[in-house]
């Protein structure tokens, strides 16, 4: 049995999130085990680095998955490009250590939430970012930001109330730049909670705006309350950026 490393790339916009559902064939993790269980004609179970929501991106989504095959890595992976959909890219394919998995090993996550903040119509993007034409405060925003990093018990920003493992994570840095009529709001962490990209983002659309202030960040947070936070922003801005090991 070979275990084997999996970089993907895909547009989310069509599908219902990564994690395969019971009512829906419509995932990226359903197609792909679909499509690796013909190829190889053995059942297979693919894990993923992490389940991206419905309509969420991913430009470097990393999974692993097992297999009886003597067939090499780059034979494999022209089949699996052949086959997949236009809308679903594998980057690189390699065979991993025995122990590895794509999700229990993984040490930092790094998404990407992008913004056209413009008054011009992004015709061409606009499947992949937030368009918000509005005037943002990016140092109110940054500002806020420095006072989210850190390892907090981030319960104000998950939107599963039932989740009964711990809230705490190490939020590593948010980096927010501006590149013309784009804003890009970069979040690397240990690992996120149930929407908590998307939840941090409106939060900090608000201060952007002028609805709260960045000293408001350390009462969120201590309130552990998921409505003491702002909304959450839509998925089509949000992509898996990277996934480190």
């Not at 003597?70 to 991993?96: K, N, Q, V």
């Not at 705490?168 to 149930?194: C, H, K, N, P, Q």
């Amino acid at each position: 049995m070979r275990n084997f490393k999996l970089t993907l790339c895909y547009d989310g916009t069509r599908y219902d999130g990564w994690q395969r559902q019971g009512n829906s064939e419509n995932t990226i993790q359903g197609r792909l085990e679909t499509l690796l269980s013909r190829l190889l004609a053995q059942p297979i179970e693919v894990a993923g680095s992490g389940r991206t929501d419905a309509g969420v991106h991913a430009i470097g989504q990393v999974c692993s998955f097992r297999a009886e095959t003597e067939a090499s890595c780059e034979t494999l992976l022209s089949d699996i490009r052949r086959y997949l959909p236009e809308d679903i890219g594998a980057i690189a394919l390699c065979e991993a250590s025995p122990r590895f998995h794509a999700r229990l090993s993984c040490r930092e996550k790094t998404y990407v939430y992008r913004i056209w903040n413009s008054e011009e119509p992004n015709v061409f993007e606009r499947r992949w970012m937030l368009s918000w034409p509005h005037p943002l405060d990016l140092e109110a925003m940054r500002a806020a930001a420095a006072r989210l990093v850190g390892e907090h018990d981030f319960s104000s920003f998950c939107a599963n109330r039932r989740m009964k493992k711990t809230a705490v994570r190490d939020l590593r840095s948010i980096e927010i730049t501006r590149m013309g009529g784009e804003i890009r709001i970069a979040l690397s962490a240990d690992g996120f909670l149930y929407h908590m990209v998307r939840i941090l983002v409106g939060t900090l659309l608000e201060v952007g705006e002028g609805k709260r202030s960045p000293e408001e960040m350390r009462a969120i947070l201590e309130a552990r309350e998921r409505l003491e936070a702002g909304p959450t922003a839509p998925a089509q801005g949000l992509t898996l950026w990277s996934v480190r090991y």
